[in-house]
């Protein structure tokens, strides 16, 4: 009787593996690791830096506490490491594990460079102009680093967005993805 049900799950198992139940690459699972997380980034430096600023002259900045479970005091560069550090980390490993096809191929390799190109900015770019809250410059020139990011880096980042969504769109469209343009 135990053999029986070794044998079984063995079977259910490689059922399950060789249907990519556990790397499901679906055209829905395309379109939500792709498309729905792309709205994670930003849409514009400038207002995430104006509203740490705010939080920095209001006492209101925080990041986890070493319990992680709660909230702590923090400065800004803790706070912008805590919520933008590891952002796109884990959707990269996910949308490398997606089966590639012919069809697909293109869509994940342009999001691969979409999410690496905004973790680049968010691990580099962000800690930089969060220093510079803490360090007490004016909001002009907070502003005005915020700015010329939004204005180099931000250019490029909406370029990838723009390309993997003429890639991603049409997919989801053709495989009868429903989604919502707003």
Do not use: W
């Amino acid at each position: 009787m135990k053999i029986h049900k070794i044998i079984a799950l063995v079977v259910l198992s490689t059922v399950l593996f060789s249907c990519n139940f556990f790397t499901d690459s679906s055209p829905n699972r395309v379109f939500e690791l792709i498309g729905l997380n792309a709205n994670k980034i930003p849409q514009s430096f400038e207002r995430v830096f104006k509203e740490y600023y705010q939080q920095k002259v209001n006492g209101t900045l925080q990041a986890l506490a070493d319990d992680q479970k709660s909230m702590r005091p923090s400065t800004c560069v803790e706070a912008v490491n805590f919520y933008y550090g590891n952002t796109f980390k884990e959707d990269i490993k996910k949308i490398n594990s997606l089966s590639q096809t012919e069809e697909t191929k293109p869509i994940i390799e342009a999001g691969i460079e979409l999410f690496k190109y905004a973790q680049e900015v968010q691990t580099n770019d962000f800690p930089k102009i969060a220093k510079m809250i803490d360090d007490g410059k004016t909001e002009e020139e907070v502003n005005r680093a915020a700015k010329e990011l939004d204005d180099t880096k931000g250019i490029e980042l909406d370029k990838k967005y723009e390309k993997v969504m003429k890639l991603l769109l049409p997919y989801a469209d053709k495989h009868g993805v429903e989604y919502k343009k707003f």
